[in-house]
């Protein structure tokens, strides 16, 4: 769904960019004057943002947008019918795509290693030799191949310039499906693709390839800042929401609504036993299953901690999703590695309820109400769901647990727990 999101507001912007496009002779003077220098104010503010979040890829990009802008500018303008001047248009065409596919490929660093980002730049500067070399030396027989019109009427970018560029967007395309979580960086880039090949095609077309630059430009600047969002809110192991986002979601919860506190119960000897390789695996595995809750809103609390926020609902609206979701974590078979050799093994999970009453007119004190109750499933002995105000009942019976080897399990720590009375920092460590 997010991948989705993202995928509407570029194809938005390219839409509108490549339909404005034949309207730019008719603007205003002032705003034709305006218009080449956009991609370069747009690409400069780009490049501000990503040293401020120590993104190295999108520098490049923008930079090879702003170098590619400044030699069709100035070195191929479009009334310009000269020898160079046509022959470097092809050359600057199939540079573009190359480079913006060559720097996704090329890993993400940042902007604190000097020397790789010495060495980027080298790379970057190395290719205005290369064209320099290849108009000076280029055979005559090349120039014709690499100048030689598609043969469609509405196309007029180079035949190999336009089968290079149709070669890259399909790579582009490949790599992001084969991305477990492509960045949005990732996704812009594929309709920079496409903007550039429009503004490429209608070069000769006073601003077109300005309008399109700009608009590129913009959009990288936009997937940054959207980049940079989900880092802030979203925690990277399980790709849920984090708690910077839940406390961001009590502003607008309005009068009616619940929430629930879920631990995984004795996580931590789990954690001893099997390693936090596995530990990992399991609040991934455990946040897969919360993800089916459809009618309540997932947050990584902290730890083993999650937090469902229920939007309009009460208690009793939610307890069979709860109670769903809790059953398929305990019936859900988890095979780990333990001394040498697979095991199986399973987690249960503990949740408090609550919604707003009188007493808990805020978010925060309806959250701390359902830990409350948290606590109060933890205490009866686990792997149930215990609403705030309610009475508790009585303990199950403790779940068994499939293995091919026995390994140690949570049993030592179970023996401590009866009884034992337990700080607010305690509570959220069992």
């Known amino acids: 769904m997010g991948a989705l999101k993202h995928i509407i507001w570029l194809l938005g912007l390219t839409v509108f960019a490549i339909w404005q496009m034949p309207s730019i002779p008719s603007w205003p003077l002032a705003l034709q004057k305006l218009l080449p220098w956009l991609p370069y104010l747009i690409a400069g503010l780009g490049i501000f943002v990503s040293v401020f979040l120590n993104r190295l890829q999108p520098i490049l990009i923008l930079s090879s947008l702003v170098l590619f802008n400044a030699g069709m500018q100035y070195f191929v303008p479009q009334a310009d019918v000269t020898l160079s001047a046509i022959t470097l248009y092809p050359v600057l065409a199939l540079l573009l795509p190359l480079n913006l596919l060559f720097w996704l490929l090329f890993p993400e660093r940042g902007v604190q290693d000097k020397l790789y980002v010495s060495f980027q730049f080298i790379l970057l500067a190395a290719q205005g030799y290369f064209v320099y070399w290849v108009m000076a030396n280029l055979p005559l027989e090349y120039w014709h191949w690499i100048s030689s019109p598609s043969g469609y009427e509405q196309v007029r970018l180079p035949f190999v310039a336009m089968l290079t560029m149709v070669g890259v967007w399909f790579l582009m395309m490949f790599r992001n499906a084969l991305l477990s979580h492509a960045k949005v960086l990732d996704q812009t880039v594929v309709f ?3 903007l550039m090949a429009f503004g490429l095609n209608a070069f000769y077309q006073y601003g077109a390839l300005a309008w399109t630059s700009a608009f590129a430009a ?4 936009l997937s940054l800042i959207f980049d940079a969002h989900h880092i802030a809110y979203t925690d990277q192991l399980t790709g849920l929401k984090g708690r910077r986002a839940l406390l961001e979601s009590f502003l607008g919860l309005g009068r009616k609504y619940s929430i629930a506190m879920m631990d995984i119960d004795h996580f931590k000897s789990f954690n001893d036993t099997y390693g936090h390789d596995v530990g990992d695996l399991v609040l991934r595995t455990v946040a897969q299953e919360l993800e089916m809750i459809a009618t309540g809103q997932v947050y990584r609390y ?6 469902v926020v229920f939007k309009g609902k009460s208690p009793d609206q939610v307890m069979p999703a709860l109670e769903t979701v809790r059953k398929a974590i305990e019936s859900r078979v988890l095979t780990v590695p333990l001394n040498g050799q697979d095991v199986e093994t399973h987690v249960t999970v503990s949740f408090g309820l609550a919604a707003r009453d009188a007493q808990h007119k805020k978010p925060h004190e309806v959250m701390k109400y359902a830990d409350e109750a948290l ?12 609403v705030a105000g309610q009475p508790v009942t009585a303990a199950k019976s403790k779940p068994k647990t499939r293995a091919k080897t026995k390994p140690k399990t949570a049993s030592k720590a179970k023996s401590a727990r009866p009884g034992q009375k337990r700080s607010t920092a305690a509570k959220r460590s069992s």
Request: aromatic letters at 8%; proline letters at 0%; zero cysteines.
């Open 302 to 307: 902290g730890g083993e901690e999650f937090t």
């Open 192 to 194: 920079v693709l496409i």
């Open 218 to 221: 913009m959009m990288i600047l």
């Open 375 to 386: 606590y109060q499933a933890k205490e009866a002995g686990r792997n149930r769901i215990v």
